[in-house]
Nanobody, 124 residues
Framework: QVQLVESGGGLVQAGGSLRLSCAASGRTFSSYAMGWFRQAPGKEREFVAA????????YYADSVKGRFTISRDNAKNTVYLQMNSLKPEDTAVYYC?????????????????WGQGTQVTVSS
């Protein structure tokens, strides 16, 4: 079992940057594949980025590729999402998720553990 707590959301102008953090409880964080998802009002939750257990492999949704970077620090039990060149369409609640399955996981159904979410609002 792992508990996840996101932080770092807020209000930013278009073109700005934010870094989200997701702190995980427990001593087996390095066993979990991690992902970031987001949900805008009235829309389905969508995949944003994923990272494997070691941090050596990452994958991004086309909509954020080149602007967002996912990373992890297994010594600190934390996964990050660096978001640059933010756009109003990036406005959403951002969730981190964890899975015991190996590799890069791109669908929400592959993740068993979820944080409570953090709001990101990008003004135009």
């Amino acid at each position: 079992q792992v508990q996840l707590v996101e932080s770092g959301g807020g209000l930013v102008q278009a073109g700005g940057s934010l870094r989200l953090s997701c702190a995980a409880s427990g001593r087996t964080f390095s066993s979990y594949a991690m992902g970031w998802f987001r949900q805008a009002p009235g829309k389905e939750r969508e995949f944003v980025a994923a990272i494997n257990q070691s941090g050596g492999s990452t994958y991004y949704a086309d909509s954020v590729k080149g602007r967002f970077t996912i990373s992890r620090d297994n010594a600190k039990n934390t996964v990050y999402l660096q978001m640059n060149s933010l756009k109003p369409e990036d406005t959403a609640v951002y969730y981190c998720a964890a899975s015991m399955w190996l590799g890069i996981l791109r669908t929400q159904y592959e993740y068993a553990f979820w944080g409570q979410g953090t709001q990101v609002t990008v003004s135009s």
